[in-house]
């Protein structure tokens, strides 16, 4: 079974730029996740899809994030301006239908540097 | 507010010996808990999970014990090994429709030679 796919792996930008990073989850995986792990802290939850729904994204700073699941599959997560505190790994995870927060596979992350 | 913590940011721990990892939550709330072991350039994997009506659960070299009245939580590998050199993770969660995991701030375990 293939896992969490993302791309890219690696992104430098300079700060105001744009960035957007993809995610493939598991085949059949309702439940779609981004997080954000800032150096030397735990992931944090950006954003939960199920399906094509958001389910959370009070941790999501909407005024330069945003994130969409078309067709409850693949998802793109964008930052638009990027500032200099946006620099992390961002980690996306599903977990498959009914087995909610406790069962998540998790990709490799894509690490962003904003310069 | 830090609601899991793992004060810990490191550990090194001799090949052979046994490896204590800690962590501390102040959400009661919280039903379930676990551990994930993140090697560099990888996204975390599951190691183990307790629930709260637990204190301990085991699998293979791997055990969580569960203090509830204490809201303190510990893995203990024995014996260590080299490759479980990496990051763990605790984290926590409640069941429900929009459940969602609460990480620690993780502890690098180091298993020298």
């Known amino acids: 079974e293939a896992g969490v796919a993302q791309s890219p792996r690696y992104k430098i930008i300079e700060k105001r730029q744009s960035v957007a990073f993809w995610c493939n989850p598991i085949?059949?995986?309702?439940?779609l996740y981004w997080y954000q792990q800032i150096l030397g802290q735990g992931p944090k939850l950006l954003i939960q899809f199920q399906n094509n729904g958001v389910v959370d994204d009070s941790q999501l700073p909407k005024d330069r994030f945003s994130a969409e699941r078309l067709k409850g599959v693949d998802s793109t997560l964008k930052i638009q301006p990027a500032k200099l505190e946006d620099s992390a790994v961002y980690l996306c995870?599903?977990?498959?239908?009914?087995?909610?927060?406790?069962?998540?596979?998790f990709g490799p992350g894509t690490r962003l540097t904003v310069t | 507010d830090q609601q899991v913590k793992q004060n810990s940011p490191s550990l090194s721990v001799q090949e052979g010996r046994i490896s204590i990892l800690n962590c501390d939550y102040t959400?009661?709330?919280?039903?379930?808990f676990l551990w994930y072991k993140k090697y560099p350039a990888e996204g975390p994997t599951f190691l183990i999970s307790?629930?709260?009506?637990?204190d301990k659960n085991e699998d293979g070299r791997f055990t969580v014990f569960l203090n509830k009245s204490a809201k303190h939580l510990s893995l203990h590998i024995v014996p260590s090994q080299p490759g479980d050199s990496a990051v763990y993770f605790c984290a926590a969660y409640k069941p429900g429709t929009a459940s969602k995991l609460t990480f620690g701030t993780g502890t690098r375990l180091q298993v020298t030679l």
């Open positions: 085949s059949g995986h309702a439940t």
């Open positions: 307790i629930s709260s009506i637990k």
């Open positions: 995870a599903s977990s498959p239908p009914a087995r909610g927060a406790g069962e998540q596979y």
């Open positions: 959400n009661s709330m919280f039903d379930y």
